[in-house]
Structure formats: structure tokens, C-alpha cells
């Protein structure tokens, strides 16, 4: 039960840095494949708070998103000012992503390669619950603010949402900064869980698996992604005893979301009960047009 707890938290906490990442790329548009960095920022700014200075654990968690907040204003306001846009923001971002995981890893306070060991177990299981079901509400009254329409205003149509009066800058910027600080808090409770943290673990796959978890959820949607990263994890871990066949598992589930749901598990919908009772309605009234005909 210890190992299924286990999970269950790391689902959790990566729903949080997700759910923050599809606001800036779900939402807003923009791809990045640098997030595990602010994942990074965060864990390691809030460890070293509590490690070092025994700083309480909310402060440190609260340190670390302003922290993640502030490395990705310095990263958004060079190239969200020149618009890069599509392939040349995400390789931007990419090279964001190998740049901090080398900083830390030349760091004395970081300790390096070696990491840091001894964090002290704050995060769990009901933590970590409790912290992502309020970053998911907070998200879902940010999207349907005046703001989240503005940002999907800018994702559908940027030359559009321009000449309707919506600061493309300031949308892109606002949605960077919040999806930056949601990966911080993400990556200070991975810290307090884990007790442990390195480099390592902060590489371009963990920041391909959440973007590939919001496109694979619905780009535009909320719920969507938080499926994709409970099954992104939990199946590989399934798995587990498997060995090789985990990461062929992996793949295979993208292969055919991407087959039979184009536009992701959710699309443009959020899970509720409304929504499930429409498609079983649906279905319903369907079955009963062909019996009719028949």
C-alpha cells in the first residue's frame, strides 16, 4: 500500500505542474520543452530553505513559486517581446532547460551532481492531494476569467486577438508566469516527498512528458491533461515488473490517442457529470433512431 500511496502522491504532484503548463500551452498556445526547469527552480529553492535555514514548509514552497515566477519573467520578457512563436519559443525553452539543469549541477549550494539528501518529509499523500485539487480550481476560475479568454482569444487567432485590443505580450506573459510558478510549487513538494532531489531528475524527458500529457489530454481543457498524466504514470509503473516493455507501453499509449483522439482524451470538454450524462444520452437516443429504422 506504501508503493500505491506512492503513486497516487506523484500523480498528484505532477497534475500540479501540468495543469500549470496547459495553461500556457493549452490555453494560450504556446509550446515549451523546458518545464521540468521551473520544476527544478522550485524544488531546489524550497529544499534549501528548509534543508539549510529551516524555513517552514509552506514559506519555502511559497519561495519557490515566487522564485520560478521571477527566472521565467527573465526568460519570457526577451523572447515573448520578439514574439517568437511555434518551434523557434520551444527551442528557446529547450536550451532554457538544459541551461538551469547545468547551473545546478555547478552550484556549491546545490551540492552538484551529487544532489541533496536529508530533505525532510513534508509532502504527503494528503498534502499533495489537497494542494492539486486547489491548483486545478484555481486554474479552472483563471481559464473562464477575463484573462482565460483573452488567452484562447490569442491561441485561435494572435493577429486577430491583436486587433481586437488583447495585449499579446502581456496574455502570454501572465500565463507563463502562472504555469512557471504552478511547476515551482509542483517541483517543492517532489522535493519534500522524495527527500532527495538532483539534476538528473530535472531533464528534457520530464519536460516532454508533461507537454506530451497536455496534448494527449486536450489542448483545450483541463481535466484532459490530468487524465493523461495519472495514465502516464500509473501505466508505466504497472508495468514496472516488465522492465523494457514499460517505455514501449508509454508510447503506444500516445500512438493511439493520437490515432483515435486527435484532439486529445478530452479535446474541448471537461470531465463532469453533464458531460457524461450528454454522451450517454447521446448514445441512448442513437440506439433508439436505429432501431427505429430497422
Request: proline share 3%.
Amino acid at each position: 500500500m506504501d508503493y500505491i500511496y506512492g503513486v497516487m502522491a506523484v500523480i498528484c504532484i505532477e497534475i500540479i505542474a501540468t495543469v500549470g503548463l496547459s495553461v500556457f500551452t493549452g490555453f494560450t498556445g504556446l509550446f515549451s520543452l523546458g518545464h521540468a526547469a521551473f520544476m527544478a527552480i522550485g524544488a531546489y529553492t524550497s529544499a534549501i530553505l528548509t534543508y539549510f535555514y529551516h524555513v517552514p514548509f509552506v514559506l519555502a514552497l511559497l519561495a519557490g513559486m515566487v522564485m520560478s515566477g521571477l527566472v521565467s519573467i527573465i526568460l519570457g520578457f526577451p523572447t515573448l517581446r520578439a514574439k517568437l512563436r511555434g518551434d523557434y519559443f520551444a527551442i528557446a525553452t529547450l536550451g532554457f532547460g538544459e541551461a538551469t539543469r547545468v547551473i545546478l549541477e555547478n552550484l556549491a549550494i546545490t551540492q552538484g551532481a551529487r544532489g541533496l539528501p536529508g530533505i525532510k518529509h513534508f509532502t504527503t499523500l494528503p498534502v499533495a492531494v489537497i494542494f492539486a485539487v486547489l491548483v486545478v480550481w484555481l486554474t479552472k476560475n483563471f481559464i473562464w476569467s477575463k484573462f482565460g479568454r483573452n488567452a484562447i482569444a490569442v491561441r485561435e487567432d494572435a493577429v486577430a486577438a491583436e486587433m481586437a485590443g488583447i495585449d499579446l505580450f502581456k496574455v502570454r506573459m501572465l500565463s507563463l508566469i502562472y504555469s512557471a510558478m504552478c511547476g515551482g510549487l509542483a517541483g517543492g513538494l517532489f522535493a519534500h516527498y522524495l527527500n532527495f532531489i538532483q539534476p538528473a531528475m530535472f531533464t528534457s524527458i520530464l519536460s516532454t512528458q508533461l507537454t506530451s500529457a497536455v496534448v494527449a489530454g486536450g489542448m483545450g481543457s483541463i481535466t484532459g491533461p490530468v487524465l493523461a498524466i495519472a495514465l502516464f504514470i500509473a501505466v508505466p509503473e504497472v508495468l514496472r515488473v516488465a522492465n523494457m516493455w514499460r517505455l514501449v507501453a508509454y508510447g503506444l499509449i500516445l500512438v493511439l490517442i493520437m490515432i483515435f483522439r486527435p484532439s486529445g482524451i478530452m479535446g474541448y470538454h471537461e470531465l463532469s457529470f453533464e458531460w457524461i450524462f450528454n454522451i450517454f444520452k447521446k448514445k441512448t437516443r442513437n440506439k433508439a433512431a436505429g432501431k427505429r429504422r430497422v
